[in-house]
């Protein structure tokens, strides 16, 4: 069982059918549809976590109904540039394979 008071991070990558969620530094991972259902049943696990921020990335609209129940809810959002996230990731790995760590 997780600590339920260390904070998370969470990740969610968006599709037009499904979230797929993953949370830091606690490593669960987890899928729901991209749906009012499926964003309910997301609010519902996050709440009996300490979530410290919630990033998304910006997926042509298809982020928007998640982002405005999750905001509802009280919980902080950043939604953001997929290709920054990706020269980010880029540049981690880039700086790992270098022993720059």
Known sequence: MINQTESQWVGIDVSQA?????????????????????????????????????VI???G????????????EGFKVAVINPKRARDFAKALLSSSENGQN
């Open 57 to 59: 990335e910006s997926t």
């Open 18 to 54: 499904k979230l797929d969620i993953a949370l830091r530094p606690s490593s669960i991972t987890g899928q729901v549809s991209n749906q009012e259902s499926g964003w309910k049943e997301l609010i519902e696990q996050l709440k009996v976590q300490t979530i410290e921020l919630i």
């Open 61 to 72: 609209g298809m982020e928007r109904g998640v982002v405005q129940k999750l905001q509802k």
